[in-house]
């Protein structure tokens, strides 16, 4: 059943509209932010200007003999001046004041000093103004330029405050969205051309590669940049291919072990008829073919040995880990019998750990690894190879040591990669991939901890699932 190929989101669903939507709310939160001082602002220079039309207006009584005006004239100078009640009092003790049809019981809602600048006064002035104004009496003192020391008391109807302070709040909410607009375009115009679009071209050809990974006439598009997307780029054209030459030398790898699986039983049966005459040329009189016989025998035990690990390394890999619970003396003792023929009164297979030691693993997984590390050193020459196991930390080590004369470091460059990793003459070099590979499988590995003239020792390592 095919995959279906994945898709790249549309514009309202992809990043560009996130980006978007993210840049105008932020700007709009800036605004915000901006809006409160310049209101509160705008609240203090509309209160100082009336202040200083109520001075202009109070010079008409100080222009009089005795500091009085026609009553008409003063509601005038009142009107103009957008006050009920103006009062100068100047540090010399002169006080004049200005009340036209204003009774003197009026009930004063709100005080305001102009001479308090303190931010946060101003602020909560003007936004109490716009939420509870209206209809409300102001009582405004303060200081003017032109008034010197004298201090000027205005009394004003706050509405028209009110409606002034809305229109601006207006007037700055139409710009904040002009602002947010245009820097949301250009923000989004610059990272579309910077990140958007070459994570989007980026995207796509992840999505091709995964679609059909044979493709290369994309290849030649190679970032020139010198960020952090074009480095982006350049490393994904490698893993392209790099992923490219491992489904190569995969499709080659399964093509050779179709090949070997088809010719595998009848080169099984030419390779038994030809042990069948060797080993009666073993048995011949003639002692030129007697001696000649033992080579022929080992060169055909080769022969089946490179058919047999080249079937099983390019099968699909090994088969999911069935675990069980078992003692590791047992299995040492099946591997034992395995290799019996290179066992003698020279050669020992000991077993260096507790009689009773359990473990929980696929057994016979860890038995064909034991087995492979065990015959490789005894094939190497090694007169005792010791296992030993211990637990450590939720894990289980069980090392396989020998006293051979140790690996080429030309094979230690190499040890686990296939077909270059052989630890002895005439050894395919399957043996320890395979066998690193079956470890792995069940979530541990097989490492080489000691290599020298005295032998070499490997360590399997596995999850203790019984502490787990």
Not at 181 to 197: M, P
Not at 447 to 464: I, S, W
Request: with cysteine; proline share 4%.
């Amino acid at each position: 059943m095919s995959e279906e190929k994945a898709a790249l989101p549309n514009f309202g669903r992809g990043l560009s509209a996130r980006l978007l939507a993210l840049t105008i709310c932020f700007v709009m939160v800036s605004e915000i932010l901006i809006y409160a001082p310049s209101i509160a602002r705008f609240h203090n220079d509309w209160l100082s200007e009336k202040l200083a039309s109520a001075y202009l207006a109070i010079l008409a009584l100080e222009a009089t003999p005795n500091f009085m005006i026609d009553p008409e004239l003063e509601l005038q100078l009142l009107d103009n001046a957008g006050a009920r009640v103006i009062a100068l009092k100047s540090p010399n003790g002169k006080n004049l004041i200005m009340r036209g049809s204003t009774p003197g019981n009026i009930v004063i809602n709100k005080r305001v000093d102009l001479s308090d600048q303190m931010p946060t006064t101003l602020i909560k002035d003007a936004f109490e103004t716009l939420w509870a104004g209206g209809n409300r009496l102001l009582q405004v003192r303060g200081q003017t330029p032109q008034a010197g020391d004298a201090w000027i008391d205005v009394v004003l109807d706050d509405t028209p405050l009110r409606q002034a302070m809305i229109s601006y709040s207006w007037r700055i909410l139409g710009l904040s969205i002009v602002i947010s607009l245009v820097t949301a375009t250009l923000i989004f115009l610059s990272l579309q051309w910077l990140l958007v679009r070459p994570m989007r071209n980026l995207t796509q050809r992840m999505v091709d590669f995964r679609a059909n990974p044979e493709d290369m006439s994309r290849d030649d598009a190679a970032a020139r940049r010198r960020d952090e997307v074009g480095v982006a780029e350049r490393e994904f054209l490698q893993l392209q291919k790099q992923v490219r030459k491992a489904l190569k030398q995969r499709e080659r790898l399964a093509a050779l072990g179709t090949a070997v699986s088809k010719i595998n039983h009848d080169l099984r049966g030419v390779l038994a008829t030809a042990q069948l005459v060797a080993d009666r040329l073993a048995h011949s009189d003639n002692p030129e073919v007697k001696k000649m016989a033992p080579a022929l025998v080992r060169a055909l035990d080769r022969a089946i040995a490179l058919c047999s690990d080249t079937l099983n390394f390019t099968r699909e890999g090994p088969a999911k880990p069935e675990y069980s619970r078992f003692e590791l003396a047992e299995l040492h003792g099946e591997v034992g019998e395995s290799l019996g023929k290179y066992l003698n009164g020279t050669t020992v297979l000991k077993a260096d750990f507790a009689q009773d030691f359990v473990l929980t693993a696929d057994r016979g997984q860890l038995y064909r690894v034991i087995h492979n590390l065990a015959e490789n050193a005894l094939q190497m020459g090694a007169h005792n190879v010791a296992v030993r196991a211990r637990r450590a930390e939720g894990r289980i080590e069980i090392e396989v040591a020998d006293d051979g004369p140790g690996l080429q470091p030309k094979a230690v460059q190499s040890l686990f990669v296939p077909f270059k990793g052989s630890t002895r003459s005439g050894g395919t070099g399957l043996g320890l991939a395979i066998a690193r590979e079956l470890m792995r499988v069940q979530g541990g590995d097989l490492k080489l901890a000691a290599n020298d003239a005295k032998g070499a020792t490997f360590v399997l390592e596995l999850p203790d699932r019984q502490a787990a």
